[in-house]
């Protein structure tokens, strides 16, 4: 099925799915990441994030270039290579970024922390190279869904360190959502679309969750 024949229809099922999550589950809803936006915020705070960040979502290949890689789905691949080719411009900026914020603030459990993010590294080179169709490109989903909110953090970190954000280039929302609507042939793969999205939802909150707890033993030093 062409992704242009399912323009114009009203989308639901398994965009329905996935936008429900998105919305309840992504950063956007974490406290942390509104916590981090306002200018007033620790300089210190903000550079946590960066760094964090981009030890997540700053290697390549990451979960959309494996998504891409390991693709069965013809009708993805478009979309897999606009979004591959958009967030290579995001890693990019998170390496400039990472650089400008400095070194990383000094916090209580240092090793803990770094192999908390070790293990949700891991956990999304798992779901993007998963086997189980539809899962690495729900990953993948979720990922580009949820980033508009990650962004803001990124764009006001830039704004304090005296640099220029780039234009974001990943699809928007209404390609994803008629691509999540082709995608779903069968009720396995729409499982398996919605379970990769949730837990890439899951592992940026278990960041937003680490980066409050260090925030909070900063403060208590």
């Not at 082709?182 to 919605?194: D, G, H, Y």
Request: charged share 20%.
């Amino acid at each position: 099925m062409a992704i242009e024949s399912v323009k114009g229809r009203q989308l639901g099922g398994s965009w329905g799915t996935i936008a429900a999550l998105a919305a309840a589950d992504g950063s956007a809803t974490h406290p942390m990441s509104r916590a981090v936006l306002p200018t007033q915020r620790a300089m210190r705070d903000l550079a946590d994030a960066v760094h964090a960040l981009c030890s997540l979502h700053g290697r390549h290949p990451g979960v959309i270039d494996h998504a891409a890689d390991r693709n069965i789905q013809p009708a993805a691949q478009d979309w897999l290579e606009q979004a591959a080719a958009g967030f290579a411009i995001e890693r990019n900026y998170l390496a400039h970024l990472t650089a400008a914020a400095g070194p990383l603030p000094s916090t209580p459990g240092q090793a803990e922390s770094e192999a908390a993010v070790a293990g949700q590294r891991h956990a999304l080179d798992m779901l993007a190279q998963s086997d189980r169709t539809g899962c690495a490109i729900g990953a993948a989903i979720a990922l580009v869904l949820d980033w508009p909110t990650i962004r803001k953090v990124l764009d006001v970190a830039a704004d304090r360190f005296g640099m220029d954000s780039p234009d974001m280039a990943l699809p928007i929302e209404e390609e994803t959502a008629t691509l999540v609507a082709v995608l779903a042939e069968t009720p396995a793969i729409e499982r398996a679309m919605a379970f990769g999205s949730q837990q890439i939802l899951a592992q940026h909150r278990g960041l937003w969750d680490l980066l409050e707890a260090r925030a909070s033993a900063r403060n208590h030093q």
